[in-house]
């Protein structure tokens, strides 16, 4: 009996002492961790909206969350750039987040891939920056398509899908539709309020 308290007392003092470390490492990497997400959002953000500056863009929040992001000219606050808004759809084996940007029109002007775990050589392809280009082809498709009407090739579309990965084409293609679909009400509600 006496060695059972004895060894309930020393995984006490070892769990103690492992959380209390494991606290001290959080608080010291927590917040680089956060100005690291912050400078990716925004050099997404500007990669979405190109042409944009973080002192033009406005976060427009509900309830402590982020709806979508709003851009102005910095010279000209009057002249709106376009609106960002993130895109969350289920791919294959992982959600695949990306960032898009539209004008006014609701033409894409800009999109980025933000996150994603999909398979390895396969859905992974929808980050892929091919030799001696600057960006991902698949996600260079969407510029300049109307963010309401994006579709894979496989479904009517002129997006082409990744060979291999029609599914996670397909998340990010429907994604995008899906988010501009409430970015287009949110801004009515904006709207509508304003007046």
């Excluded at 289920?90 to 994603?116: F, R």
């Excluded at 429907?174 to 949110?186: D, M, P, Q, V």
Aim: net charge positive; hydrophobic share 40%.
């Amino acid at each position: 009996m006496k060695d059972i308290i004895r060894f309930g007392l020393i995984l006490m003092i070892v769990s103690v002492v492992a959380a209390s470390a494991l606290a001290a490492v959080y608080a010291v990497t927590n917040p680089r961790i956060q100005a690291q997400k912050q400078a990716q959002l925004q050099a997404a953000l500007t990669a979405a909206l190109p042409g944009s500056t973080s002192e033009g863009m406005q976060p427009v929040s509900e309830g402590g969350e982020v709806l979508y992001y709003q851009a102005r000219d910095s010279q000209d606050s009057t002249r709106l750039l376009g609106y960002a808004v993130i895109a969350r759809g289920v791919g294959y084996s992982s959600t695949i987040e990306s960032i898009i940007g539209v004008d006014s029109s609701g033409k894409i002007i800009g999109m980025k891939v933000l996150s994603q775990a999909e398979t390895p050589g396969l859905g992974t392809k929808v980050q892929e920056i091919k030799y001696g280009e600057k960006d991902p082809w698949f996600s260079r498709q969407f510029i300049g398509r109307p963010a309401s009407q994006v579709a894979v090739d496989k479904d009517g579309g002129e997006i082409k899908a990744i060979t291999g990965a029609t599914i996670s084409s397909r998340a990010v293609a429907r994604s995008i539709n899906a988010a501009y679909g409430e970015l287009t009400k949110r801004i009515g509600q904006q709207t509508t309020q304003e007046q």
